[in-house]
T-cell receptor, first 113, second 118 residues
Framework: AQSVTQLGSHVSVSEGALVLLRCNYS??????LFWYVQYPNQGLQLLLK??????LVKGINGFEAEFKKSETSFHLTKPSAHMSDAAEYFC???????????FGAGTRLFVKA | ETGVTQSPTHLIKTRGQQVTLRCSSQ?????VSWYQQALGQGPQFIFQ???????GRGNFPPRFSGLQFPNYSSELNVNALELDDSALYLC?????????????????FGPGTRLTVL
C-alpha cells in the first residue's frame, strides 16, 4: 500500500532563505509524485510532478524537487523564499495507471520578513 | 478553457440531514475525483468516477455516494450527516490513463465546498 510522510507540519524561513520541505513515500510499484500548494480558503494547485525520466523536476514559482528512488524521497526546494510562498504544501503519490492519489498531511510554510 | 468549479461555496447542515455537492470538471476532462479535507489535514480520497461509473473508492462508508453525468459534471451525496463530516470537500478533474494527453495522475482542483454539520 502506498503512503506519504511529510516531515514537519510547520516550517518557518526568512525571506530570501532556502526552502526545503521534506516528503518520503512508500510504494510497491513505480509511483507518480506530485507537490501541490494550497492558499487559504482555496483548492489545491499543482506545483510540479515526477512521472518518468529526469529525476530533477522544475515547477512553477521557482520550486523544484528531486526524485530519489534509493531514499524514497521527493523533497521540495526553492533557493530563495518570498513572502508570497507562505501557504500549505502537500506531497502526493499515485501509482502508475492508478486511480487513487494519496496525500501527505501537509506542511505549512511561514515566511518571515 | 474553464477550470473546475464547485457549488455551493459554503453549506451548513444539521446531523442526520442529507447533502448534495456539485462539481463541473475542466473542459475536456473525463475523470473526476472527490476528496474530503478535514481541518489541518491532507485531502482524503473518497472516490473517482470515469465514464459515469465509480472507478475506485477510499475508506468511506456507503452513505457517501456519487454520480458523474455525460457532460462529465459530478455530484457527491452524503446521507445521514454526522458531525465528523464537517470538512472541505474538493473535486478534482483529470484525464484517464490512455486518454490523449492524460494518464499521469495530474489533477485540477476546484476551490472546494466548506460543509459544516451542527
Amino acid at each position: 500500500a502506498q503512503s506519504v510522510t511529510q516531515l514537519g507540519s510547520h516550517v518557518s524561513v526568512s525571506e530570501g532563505a532556502l526552502v526545503l520541505l521534506r516528503c518520503n513515500y512508500s510504494s510497491s510499484v513505480p509511483p507518480y509524485l506530485f507537490w501541490y500548494v494550497q492558499y487559504p480558503n482555496q483548492g489545491l494547485q499543482l506545483l510540479l510532478k515526477y512521472t518518468t525520466g529526469a529525476t530533477l523536476v522544475k515547477g512553477i514559482n521557482g520550486f523544484e524537487a528531486e526524485f530519489k528512488k534509493s531514499e524514497t524521497s521527493f523533497h521540495l526546494t526553492k533557493p530563495s523564499a518570498h513572502m508570497s510562498d507562505a501557504a500549505e504544501y502537500f506531497c502526493a503519490v499515485t501509482i502508475t495507471g492508478g486511480f487513487k492519489t494519496i496525500f501527505g498531511a501537509g506542511t505549512r510554510l511561514f515566511v518571515k520578513a | 478553457e474553464t477550470g473546475v468549479t464547485q457549488s455551493p461555496t459554503h453549506l451548513i447542515k444539521t446531523r442526520g440531514q442529507q447533502v448534495t455537492l456539485r462539481c463541473s470538471s475542466q473542459s475536456g476532462h473525463n475523470t473526476v475525483s472527490w476528496y474530503q479535507q478535514a481541518l489541518g489535514q491532507g485531502p482524503q480520497f473518497i472516490f473517482q468516477y470515469y465514464r459515469e461509473e465509480e472507478n475506485g473508492r477510499g475508506n468511506f462508508p456507503p452513505r457517501f455516494s456519487g454520480l458523474q453525468f455525460p457532460n462529465y459534471s459530478s455530484e457527491l451525496n452524503v446521507n445521514a450527516l454526522e458531525l465528523d463530516d464537517s470538512a472541505l470537500y474538493l473535486c478534482a478533474s483529470s484525464l484517464a490513463p490512455g486518454t490523449s494527453g492524460g494518464g499521469y495522475g495530474e489533477q485540477f482542483f476546484g476551490p472546494g465546498t466548506r460543509l459544516t454539520v451542527l
